[in-house]
């Protein structure tokens, strides 16, 4: 099955969107496919990994033992916009020691710590919006493994950038893709280090809550 993000999730509100109390697939952009972003985040998934080989070789900024990578493509007025982050608070200190051999040039690195800005994070049309999220501590479906605050995670990081450029650029986007997989650090016996190269990873339990929300266009 395709992973899809933003969409078609059932977690919360029965496949409603918390903001517009629409059913989901009535959004513009009802989800968003990984399709599009799969080479770019193989490719920084191999500047990821590089990084950390060289980490375990000498002194460098530590890579969190699991994180999120992400990477998005999005198309506005006939421009293309390349974008990669991790989750988490390591980005401002891991992405810019990232070789960024392979990854097509003008790739933008996201190095926020968060995209929640004074507790509102940012809609498709750029319009900035209070998330309404439920955690493990209200609802016995969500899983406190699975749950991080929201802003902090790699698609959340993505997303709010393309909207940020494309309101700036007086445009809606007209195409985007995202994908995300993990990065995890699991040191075994002999030293060697295992990294998951799993497929397309499926959104955490906030992320579904959230990006439906990212996705909907009504302002606050
Ligand atoms: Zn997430
Ligand atoms: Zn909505």
New binding site residues.
């Given amino acids: 099955m395709t992973t899809l993000y933003g969409g078609s999730d059932s977690l919360i509100n029965h496949g409603r969107?918390a903001?517009?109390e629409?059913p989901?697939d009535r959004?513009k952009v009802p989800y968003i496919r990984p399709d599009g972003s799969a080479a770019l985040l193989d490719s920084f998934k191999d500047a990821v990994y590089r990084l950390a080989r060289s980490v375990l070789q000498k002194s460098g900024p530590a890579l969190p033992p699991a994180t999120m990578m992400g990477a998005a493509v999005a198309s506005f007025k006939s421009q293309k916009m390349l974008y990669v982050t991790i989750s988490g608070d390591s980005a401002g200190k891991i992405l810019p020691n990232i070789d960024r051999k392979g990854l097509p040039k003008e790739t933008i690195f996201v190095q926020d710590t968060t995209v929640l800005v004074n507790g509102k994070l940012l809609g498709i049309k750029g319009q900035p919006f209070t998330p309404a999220v439920l955690s493990w501590r209200d609802s016995a479906d969500i899983r406190q493994e699975r749950y991080f605050t929201p802003g902090q995670c790699a698609a959340q990081k993505l997303l709010s950038q393309i909207f940020t450029t494309t309101k700036q650029r007086g445009a809606a986007p007209e195409c985007i893709s995202l994908a995300e997989t993990f990065f995890r650090d699991y040191p075994s016996d002999s030293g060697k280090r295992i990294w998951d190269t799993a497929d397309f990873a499926e959104s955490c339990d906030t992320c579904k809550q959230v990006l439906?929300?990212m996705l909907?266009d009504?302002a606050d």
């Fill in positions: 969107c903001r517009c629409q989901i959004h439906p929300q909907c009504l």
